[in-house]
Structure formats: structure tokens, C-alpha cells
């Protein structure tokens, strides 16, 4: 058997999840496997129980092959366009609502861009600096309140309260 694949270490650009059965599996069982559990979520996808729509993961590691399942055939039939003269590349296109599509490791970045793949969500610099400034307000609040809390004043009944600059208006 040659090396594994997972998902999670093929692209750091699109979001990778674990399929619905990974949480009712025993641990024993499910954590050597992990990689047979990842999947890309793609445009139309809902999560929770059932879940439901287009998503990308592992078919083969011999021959190194990941599939596309999507019930938006349209969209599987225009991908599958772009795919089909590529090596390794494979279709089950059925018309009556699902389309599995059967692509090489290298073809990941290009199919999951097609078929809207989820992305991870990336902070830009600026974004970040905004961030942390309009967090600076409540860690300030915290620690001034943590300090009171710990000099152990019990005279006062409400020493466990908020401090005002915490609490939202109501």
C-alpha cells in the first residue's frame, strides 16, 4: 500500500470537514481511518444530520484518486468539461440528480475551485489589527475586574458582577 492521503494536508486553502459518521464511530475505530472521513463541503452543501449536497474526499489511495459527489448535475456536467481529457479522470454522471466524478490529487485545487469548494477563512493584516483594537476594550475590562476579584473583597454582596464596560445594554 503506498502513503496515505488526507485531505487536510492536501490543500491549506479550502476548508476540510469530517463527514457525519465520524461522531458515531468508537474511537477505536474511527481515528486510524480518519482520512476516509474528510470531505470538502462545495457550494450547496448543508451540514448537520443528514448531511446533504456536493462535497470532495478521498476514493483511492492506489491509484491516488479523489471523487466529487454533487446532486447539482449541471454544475458536475461543466466540470467534468474542463476534467475529461486530464489522465486518471473519470465520470458517473447520472440524470436523475447525482454525479460522482472521479479526479487525481492534482486535480484538487482546480475541481474544488469549480465546484465552490468552501475556503478557509484568511485575515488579512489590516483585518486582524481591527480585530484585536476592538477586542482591547473587553481585555481590558476583564483584567481590571479580575484584579478586584482577586483581592478577595467580601463586604460587597455582588463581587462576582460584571464590570459595566462588559455587560451590553439592555
Known sequence: ?????????????????????????????????????????????????????????????????????????????NIWNQIKDKPGCRADIDLQGEAVLYFTVELLELVAELAGGRKKRQLSEEHRAKLIEAGKVGREALQKWQKERSKGDQTDQNSNDLPEAMVRPG
Open 1 to 77: 500500500m503506498g502513503k496515505q492521503i488526507y485531505l487536510s494536508n492536501l490543500t491549506r486553502r479550502f476548508r476540510v470537514a469530517l463527514e457525519e459518521s465520524w461522531f458515531h464511530e468508537r474511537p477505536e475505530v474511527r481515528n486510524p481511518e480518519k482520512r476516509w472521513y474528510e470531505i470538502i463541503p462545495c457550494r450547496g452543501f448543508k451540514k448537520g444530520s443528514p448531511q446533504e449536497g456536493p462535497f470532495i474526499c478521498l476514493y483511492s489511495e492506489d491509484p491516488r484518486t479523489l471523487q466529487l459527489y454533487s446532486n447539482r448535475v449541471g454544475n458536475a456536467k
